[in-house]
């Protein structure tokens, strides 16, 4: 009779039969991750499966059509080295570390590279130093034991410019606009929504310069700003059923146009106008061509290993599901065997 009782009341309380039921839901939810490993060694799969891909900006492609102009027109480009262009915005995050990427330089010699640039190697030469020493110090060999790695004067090439410079803007809220909205009936049983709506923008800039690196003279100044654009959209329910039963539900989105790719795509600018006086490109008319056989990409620049540029991996470097197991097809079926 005790059992009676209790699937009756049971019955009666919907709203507890709900709770049960996403308390075991949750329970269920946990369970899946064991602390036990699995038979791969591994305590959970993670999650996640895109692929690795290019990372453009706007300019990328005016920045590919000048490496396609000077290998056309046969210019010699000057060498260029990158110094620090480092973040003197002072902002950080609330969880600490910087707000701004700490890695501009990088961002500038991609950008170099992907206009065809001769680059010479300035920002980090510890390797290279180290190599320098044991040579030195006669430790380093090239083939044989006693053919040791000779120093020789003049076999490290100069660099013609140098660009330096910094992240120097960071200014939140430049403008901003938004709307909340709550409405229903004065009957406290009736259903009750809400929806709000908010756009803000805010700017990063910088300042860089071009240097002639035997004279220290400034040869080029640029100044960019770039503003990004937020927004956040929300929309929500709440009422009472039956008396004894309670929803609430919201959803919404918000989305931040990223602050480090709007750096990127500055600098990339930046580089582009550079670039542009260096190979004395007059405007974009001059990118009314195709070169197959360039050796620029989205993804940068790069010295062919071998006589094969034809039909190197250089053109299909920034193809999103080149080299992945499990999109690949020319892969897979290579690996044939590895999948079930």
């Not at 390797?127 to 044991?134: C, D, G, I, Q, R």
């Not at 480090?260 to 190979?279: C, D, G, P």
């Given at each position: 009779?005790?059992?009676?009782?209790?699937?009756?009341?049971?019955?009666?309380?919907?709203?507890?039969?709900?709770?049960?039921?996403l308390?075991?839901?949750?329970?269920?939810?946990?369970?899946?991750?064991?602390?036990?490993?699995?038979?791969?060694?591994?305590?959970?799969k993670?999650?996640g499966?895109?692929?690795?891909?290019?990372?453009?900006?706007?300019?990328?492609?005016?920045?590919?059509?000048?490496?396609?102009?000077?290998?056309?027109?046969?210019?010699?480009?000057?060498?260029?080295?990158?110094?620090?262009?480092?973040?003197?915005?002072?902002?950080?995050?609330?969880?600490?570390?910087?707000?701004i990427?700490?890695?501009?330089?990088?961002?500038?010699?991609?950008?170099?590279?992907?206009?065809?640039?001769?680059?010479?190697?300035?920002?980090?030469?510890s390797?290279?130093?180290?190599?320098?020493?044991?040579?030195?110090?006669?430790?380093?060999?090239?083939?044989?034991a006693s053919?040791?790695?000779?120093?020789?004067?003049?076999?490290?090439?100069?660099?013609?410019?140098?660009?330096?410079?910094?992240?120097t803007?960071?200014?939140?809220?430049?403008?901003?606009s938004?709307?909340?909205?709550?409405?229903?009936?004065?009957?406290?049983?009736?259903?009750?929504?809400?929806?709000?709506?908010?756009?803000?923008?805010?700017?990063?800039?910088?300042?860089?310069?071009?240097?002639?690196?035997?004279?220290?003279?400034?040869?080029?100044?640029?100044?960019?700003?770039?503003?990004i654009i937020?927004?956040?959209?929300?929309?929500?329910?709440?009422?009472?059923?039956?008396?004894q039963?309670?929803?609430?539900?919201?959803?919404?989105?918000?989305?931040?146009?990223?602050?480090?790719l709007?750096?990127r795509a500055?600098?990339?600018?930046?580089?582009?106008?550079?670039t542009?006086?260096?190979?004395?490109?007059?405007g974009?008319?001059?990118?009314?061509?195709?070169?197959?056989?360039?050796?620029?990409?989205?993804?940068?620049?790069?010295?062919p290993?071998?006589?094969?540029?034809e039909?190197?991996?250089?053109?299909?470097?920034?193809?999103?599901?080149?080299?992945?197991?499990r999109?690949?097809?020319?892969?897979?079926?290579?690996?044939r065997?590895?999948?079930?």
């Amino acid at each position: 009779m005790s059992k009676c009782k209790t699937s009756t009341k049971w019955h009666q309380k919907p709203g507890r039969r709900m709770l049960a039921l996403l308390t075991a839901s949750a329970l269920g939810l946990s369970a899946c991750t064991s602390p036990f490993s699995g038979a791969d060694g591994l305590y959970a799969k993670p999650i996640g499966n895109a692929t690795g891909t290019a990372n453009p900006t706007p300019y990328s492609a005016a920045l590919i059509c000048m490496g396609q102009y000077a290998r056309n027109n046969k210019l010699n480009p000057p060498r260029i080295a990158v110094g620090r262009i480092q973040d003197y915005t002072g902002k950080v995050e609330v969880e600490g570390g910087r707000k701004i990427t700490q890695g501009a330089s990088l961002m500038a010699i991609s950008a170099f590279a992907k206009a065809g640039s001769r680059l010479v190697e300035r920002y980090d030469t510890s390797v290279s130093e180290l190599e320098l020493k044991y040579a030195n110090n006669k430790l380093i060999r090239d083939g044989s034991a006693s053919d040791y790695r000779k120093i020789k004067a003049g076999s490290i090439p100069g660099s013609d410019f140098y660009l330096v410079g910094g992240i120097t803007e960071l200014n939140y809220n430049i403008s901003s606009s938004g709307i909340d909205a709550f409405g229903g009936d004065v009957d406290v049983t009736d259903p009750k929504g809400l929806f709000n709506a908010k756009v803000f923008v805010m700017n990063v800039g910088l300042d860089l310069r071009l240097v002639n690196t035997k004279s220290l003279e400034i040869v080029d100044v640029i100044s960019y700003q770039k503003q990004i654009i937020g927004r956040e959209v929300g929309a929500g329910i709440f009422a009472f059923f039956n008396h004894q039963n309670i929803i609430d539900v919201s959803a919404g989105t918000r989305a931040l146009e990223p602050i480090q790719l709007a750096v990127r795509a500055s600098i990339e600018r930046a580089v582009l106008e550079m670039t542009a006086n260096l190979y004395g490109v007059s405007g974009p008319e001059v990118c009314s061509f195709d070169d197959p056989l360039g050796s620029t990409g989205l993804t940068g620049n790069f010295t062919p290993a071998y006589d094969n540029q034809e039909t190197n991996n250089g053109t299909t470097r920034q193809n999103p599901s080149r080299w992945h197991d499990r999109r690949d097809k020319s892969l897979r079926h290579s690996l044939r065997g590895r999948y079930n």
